[in-house]
């Protein structure tokens, strides 16, 4: 049996391709058991992602994994297999292990070392399970990998810090204000990034959202979605003092806000703090607000420093990472021996006990004149002398299941005993 | 013999303030053995002041000796509650130098001998002990602004350090020290009045005393901090300097009361 993907990623597709053969989740089971109809496909999983669609599967020996899996991939999704193929990448045995650990790992994701890819590796290997796809190579490489990844993550530091804008601009919000939860967020601007960082600091806990734009109707249509007010840009100045967090993204091309005004409102806040984030280009807030005691003002370029300080140094624990999955793929792969070596060893014990059947139906009938106590010891005498024959290369095939032996020794023993 | 407890106690707080230091600055994810350091350095630190009462006969900060030890310990009791409630996991790396250096001192200070008991000596107990708790809470509120200080420090040099991520909140740090002043105001004003009551029962004069004068300079100090907190609206990085030159002024006050001894503060024994 041999493990194999088949799959594409964003680095192989273009995004329309990646929808194209994205599978939708209700429809994962019966994709999988059509996979496994297939008499050479004998355990199958499918990964679906916004970047990855990847076909897992323990495949008979001998088969053209690339021709069988490509074909069957793209089927699935009624595609015609000249229009996915130049995109498919394929890996096959330990290649494979280590490519889906890598993938479980976030090394292989878009965002170096980022953690949600792992949830969607375990959610389709559950996916797989209970649709009764997996085996026990499947499920083997599945636990391994989840394996994997957890030490990669917390060996070394591969997901530490923050590594997008939104989730920087939060956790400086937080080691200002500690708790988000009774924060007011104050939006400048209804444009995509806006939009994007308040959602990150919705998600850390922010309630209250107010959301100022040029057109009142566009900055109600971000607003309600969270219960939140919209107002003119005119009107800010009269409520900037309420807002804890400013995020400001307009496309104004003079600043929307002044020292002065900030201080102002500083002054009607009781001099409680203000987290300002400028994502505008060009700038929004007047960097002078910096000075400002209470006012602590972050723009684009200061956030993506950040995120490109946490990329770098993700990258340097790569090589760690790495020699974690090598241990971890020489692990699986020795599991992997250890089931050939036990089929095989079944196999041996299996044809060795017939012969030893066999030649006592011929002996015992001929063999009158012997007592039943004689018969019995003739019968240890076999039994002994097959387990005594088979000990030794027993022992060796166990040796090399335990070592990373050649993959013919076991097909040279099969063929020895012509099993 | 008697100082063993308080060698163990300096020996617990060094290793405390090693492990909060490193848990602050060192670059591993480790965990901070900080407050446990405390916990054990506070219980070895109350054996003693225990085992110098019963051998004065008298209560510990009858001695100046008792007094720097409890004031130790006054600021480890604060360090270990403060540790449990907050998130602030590096406060050990700034408390407990500071408790380690009041323990060192004590034990190469020399004892003086204790002044007779008087019968106002409820009141001396008062007086004492809220001095003490009242510096105590004006050094804890010391303490988290040199760290709201370093934190604002952090946040303006834009980048997510793991200094950054290991100290608390500015919201935090900041209700830690408007807490911590309050308390502190309030044992420090309970200290003054139980020192005039006691001045006035003994018939001694407090006009004119050195040791009155500065007292009611920190006090006064405190009031308008936390007058301009509560009223105008005073925050950030000024009520932290501020906070930081009136525990200078407390700290002045009560290191020179256990050198130069006033006419006041002899019936304390000081």
């Known amino acids: ?419 | 013999m008697i100082r063993v407890p308080l060698i163990l106690a300096a020996c617990s707080y060094g290793v405390g303030t090693v492990s909060g230091l490193y848990y602050l600055l060192g670059r591993a994810e480790r965990r901070s053995f900080a407050p446990t350091a405390g916990l054990v350095g506070a219980i070895f630190q109350f054996t003693f002041l225990v085992w110098l009462g019963v051998a004065l006969r008298d209560f510990p900060s009858a001695d100046r000796v008792g007094a720097l030890e409890l004031f130790a310990l006054s600021l480890a009791v604060i360090y270990v509650a403060l540790e449990q409630r907050m998130k602030f996991k590096a406060l050990g790396a700034f408390a407990l130098p500071v408790i380690l250096a009041l323990t060192l001192a004590g034990l190469f200070l020399e004892s003086r001998a204790p002044v007779p008991a008087t019968e106002h000596e409820l009141l001396v107990i008062v007086h004492a002990v809220c001095a003490l708790a009242g510096c105590g809470g004006f050094a804890f509120a010391a303490l988290a602004a040199v760290a709201y200080l370093v934190q604002d420090r952090q946040l303006r040099l834009k980048l997510l350090t793991r200094l950054l991520e290991r100290m608390a909140s500015l919201d935090e740090l900041d209700r830690l020290i408007r807490r911590a002043t309050a308390l502190g105001f309030l044992a420090f004003t309970i200290s003054l009045i139980a020192g005039s009551i006691l001045a006035a029962s003994l018939s001694r004069p407090i006009f004119g005393n050195w040791v009155v004068a500065w007292s009611i300079l920190v006090w006064v100090l405190y009031a308008v901090v936390l007058h301009l907190r509560l009223n105008a609206s005073l925050r950030g990085r000024r009520v932290a300097y501020l906070t930081i030159g009136g525990f200078t002024l407390a700290a002045a006050l009560f290191v020179c009361l256990l050198f130069v001894q006033d006419n006041l503060h002899k019936l304390a024994g000081g």
Not at chain 1, 54 to 65: F, H, N
Not at chain 1, 205 to 216: C, E, H
Request: proline content about 3%; aromatic content about 4%; overall charge negative.
């Open chain 1, 1 to 419: 049996m041999r493990i194999a993907v088949v799959g594409i990623n964003h680095r192989t597709a273009s995004v329309e391709l990646r929808e194209k053969l994205a599978i939708p989740e209700h429809e994962l089971p019966d994709c999988l058991r059509t996979v496994c109809v297939d008499p050479e496909i004998a355990e199958s999983a499918l990964l679906v992602t916004c970047n990855r669609v990847e076909l897992y599967a323990a495949i008979r020996e001998g088969v053209d994994a690339f021709g069988k899996l490509s074909v069957v991939l793209a089927r699935i999704r009624s595609l015609d297999i000249g229009s996915v193929s130049p995109s498919l990448y394929l890996h096959t045995d330990a290649e494979a292990v280590a490519h889906l650990f890598r993938v479980a790992s976030g090394l292989d994701s878009m965002v170096l070392g980022e953690t949600e890819v792992l949830g969607q590796v375990r959610h389709a290997y559950e996916m797989a399970r209970s649709a009764g796809t997996t085996g026990r190579f499947l499920n083997a490489l599945f636990q391994h990998a989840l394996n994997a990844a957890k030490r990669v993550h917390t060996e070394t530091a591969i997901s530490r810090g923050r590594a997008s804008v939104g989730s920087v601009a939060v956790e400086f919000a937080c080691r200002v204000f500690g708790s988000l939860s009774e924060r007011t967020a104050l939006v400048i601007g209804a444009g995509e990034a806006a939009s994007l960082t308040l959602e990150s600091a919705l998600e850390a806990g922010v309630r209250k959202v107010i959301v100022a734009n040029r057109t009142v109707a566009r900055a109600q249509e971000l607003a309600e979605p969270h219960g939140g007010e919209a107002i003119s840009l005119s009107e800010l100045e009269a409520h900037l003092h309420r807002a804890d967090i400013v995020i400001s993204s307009t496309s104004a091309p003079h600043f929307i806000l002044s020292p002065s005004q900030l201080e102002q409102a500083l002054r009607r806040r009781r001099r409680e703090p203000i987290l300002v984030l400028d994502i505008a280009v060009p700038r929004d807030v007047d960097p002078a607000v910096a000075e400002l005691d209470g006012v602590y003002l972050y723009d684009i370029d200061d956030l993506q420093a950040v995120v490109a300080e946490t990329l770098r140094r993700r990258e340097q624990e790569v090589p760690a990472c790495e020699a974690i999955i090598e241990q971890e793929v020489l692990a699986f792969l020795a599991e992997v021996r250890s089931y050939d070596a036990g089929e095989l060893i079944s196999a041996l014990n299996r044809s060795v006990e017939e012969i030893r059947r066999a030649e006592l139906e011929w002996l015992l009938p001929k063999l009158t004149s012997v007592s039943e106590e004689d018969r019995k010891r003739i019968e240890q005498m076999a039994e002994r002398l097959t387990r005594k024959i088979l000990h030794s290369p027993i022992e060796v095939l166990r040796q090399h299941a335990a070592e990373d032996s050649h993959p013919s020794f076991f097909e040279t023993v099969k063929r020895l005993f012509r099993i």
